[in-house]
């Protein structure tokens, strides 16, 4: 920190986290309203425009009846994953390395990797209104439906549906996930977004309180949130992050 470049941490500019229910009866998002500590359902369709994805690990422990979550990165090659889970007032340390370095290890524990995309919002719901900044963790099945649209920077896309699918005796919606046009308008205010986003992300946090206090419910994936709930089928193939 200097005199003229103070050192500054932004809060994050993200407003709500959707969750994918992909279980049999699933097929919609979840979010939490922090005010009222409970959850709603936002139903398809949703159009979105593409800000930023960075990648994270996220998944059910079930020895400890807890989610996983860790820090977000770029570069699964060159960055380490700091895998946690949150329990009894604590942050429980599993796993520290490079993705092909644990991926054995924490995944045999129920752990997944997850493509967490940062975008805004289009559609108004009752949940939560348009031009809202979200944050979308793409696991499991959802995750290869993300990986297989190859989203590019300044692209947009729509979540139209979802597709009932089976894996040997597991059933589960996959999201149909498919690129779409914007208007000027609705570009214009992504690109507020993404500038804000960029800056919160250039910031950082004081790695001194990273590990001081529970985990925002708004800052990790579902399987922290959701501790008895199974939403990510158990079809996960062992996804190759980019």
Excluded at 98 to 118: E, R, T
Excluded at 130 to 159: H, Q, R
């Amino acid at each position: 920190m200097s005199r003229t470049k103070p050192e500054v941490h932004t809060t994050s500019p993200v407003e709500h986290v959707l969750e994918w229910v992909g279980h049999d009866q699933g097929g919609f998002f979840k979010v939490y309203d922090k005010d009222t500590k409970t959850t709603a359902e936002v139903k398809l369709p949703l159009r979105f425009a593409y800000l930023d994805c960075k990648k994270a690990v996220a998944g059910y422990y079930e020895a400890v009846k807890r989610g996983f979550y860790s820090n977000e990165i770029r570069n699964t090659k060159k960055q380490a994953f700091e895998v946690k889970y949150y329990k009894d007032g604590a942050v429980h340390p599993v796993a520290n390395g490079l993705w092909d370095d644990i991926k054995g290890d924490i995944g045999s524990k129920g752990a997944k990797f997850c493509n967490m995309v940062y975008a805004t919002l289009l559609t108004a719901t009752d949940a939560i209104g348009s031009g809202t900044l979200v944050k979308i963790p793409f696991v499991g099945s959802a995750g290869s439906a993300w990986i297989d649209l190859a989203i590019k920077d300044g692209e947009s896309f729509e979540i139209t549906g979802f597709v009932d699918k089976v894996k040997g005796r597991t059933k589960y919606r996959e999201p149909v996930i498919v690129k779409v046009e914007i208007s000027e308008e609705e570009g214009a205010l992504a690109n507020e977004h993404d500038a804000a986003l960029q800056a919160y992300f250039a910031a950082g946090k004081p790695a001194a309180t990273q590990d001081e206090s529970a985990p925002d419910r708004d800052e990790v994936p579902h399987s922290v949130i959701d501790e008895q709930e199974h939403m990510v089928p158990e079809d996960d193939s062992d996804l190759v992050p980019f």
